[in-house]
């Protein structure tokens, strides 16, 4: 029998150990007996019952951070504050929402900005202002780091826009420099700055024959792309198929590309190459470091080398990509 339940959850801040607590309200049409939370800076998700309508779950929080709601299989993500925070819930036809938040300002930053960055994905031409000056509205918070690390994978290759880069993390607080994507941030653009040249030839990487083997180049190409990715990702998919409907975007440009899929299933990436039709060269990582020597996290990444590896230039997308082999 479906039954109706208010349920509260409010995220109570110890500041003086770095402590927080959730506690959730829900509107349910079914009876709800849990509530689970992560975060980008737990090892581990946290659950509680609920009790007199409310779960109570604390967490070592020392900055604002992003979060995942779970209630049964359904998911709420968000980014919160520190302090005493309502975070109010619809879970109804099965389907689980944010109705409203109080005493979280970052929350409706987040949302405002995850619509921003989808509507310039879908036409660039209303240009990157908006993430810079997100930037700079969040310096000295936590949530800084999330439009931060948009900027670094748009200006990678800029070394005006990376020294910023390098400034505005330096100045941070120590709340923030512990924070798990700042860490991200700062190896992937230390690789960006500090490494020219990545010699293939020293790692041993998996082939759809389940063998180790080094990367083969075809040698009279003038260029190599090596495209970063891995089967759950919607992007790098989405790309594929682009690279499908247009055979010769690489070899027109007189470069080959290579594909370094970070599964680990071989069963299920070799099974995506097969049914996808992939027709270009595709390795699994296995067990080589070779996307943490260059400290890739984001995915797709694509990187150009020359003919004795140097690293030319390192991309989001393909349309970046052809664009940098053109000139």
């Not at 509260?8 to 689970?36: A, M, P, R």
């Not at 082939?207 to 990367?215: R, S, T, V």
């Not at 996290?297 to 140097?310: Q, R, V």
Request: hydrophobic share 35%; net charge positive; with cysteine.
């Amino acid at each position: 029998m479906k039954k109706t339940c208010y349920i509260l959850l409010v995220l109570i801040s110890n500041l003086t150990f770095g402590q927080s607590e959730f506690c959730i309200h829900i509107k349910s049409d079914v009876t709800v007996d849990s509530v689970s939370v992560s975060g980008m800076n737990l090892s581990n998700r946290l659950t509680s019952e609920f009790k007199n309508g409310i779960a109570r779950i604390k967490t070592p929080s020392k900055s604002s951070d992003q979060y995942s709601i779970y209630i049964e299989d359904k998911i709420v993500n968000g980014w919160f504050n520190t302090g005493e925070i309502n975070i109010y819930l619809d879970y109804k036809k099965n389907e689980l929402s944010i109705t409203k938040t109080k005493n979280t300002p970052v929350y409706q930053k987040h949302k405002t900005y995850v619509k921003a960055y989808k509507d310039y994905l879908n036409d660039k031409s209303s240009g990157t202002d908006f993430i810079k000056n997100a930037i700079l509205e969040n310096d000295q918070d936590a949530f800084v780091l999330f439009p931060l690390n948009h900027w670094l994978k748009l200006y990678q290759n800029d070394k005006k826009e990376l020294n910023f880069i390098k400034a505005f993390l330096e100045k941070q607080p120590k709340a923030i420099k512990e924070h798990l994507i700042y860490e991200m941030v700062e190896n992937r653009l230390k690789k960006l700055t500090e490494i020219n040249k990545i010699e293939l030839n020293d790692y041993l990487l998996i082939d759809l024959n389940g063998l180790e083997k080094q990367i083969k180049k075809e040698k009279n190409n003038t260029f190599t792309v090596l495209d970063f990715w891995f089967t759950a990702c919607p992007p790098c998919i989405k790309e594929h198929k682009e690279i499908l409907a247009n055979p010769n975007i690489f070899s027109d440009l007189n470069a080959e590309l290579i594909g370094i899929s970070t599964d680990k299933e071989q069963g299920k990436w070799a099974k995506y190459l097969e049914k996808k039709n992939i027709n270009w060269k595709n390795y699994r990582i296995g067990t080589t470091n070779l996307a943490k020597d260059l400290a890739i996290w984001s995915y797709p990444t694509y990187i150009i080398l020359d003919k004795e590896n140097n690293i030319l230039g390192s991309y989001s997308n393909i349309g970046d990509t052809v664009n940098a082999l053109k000139k």
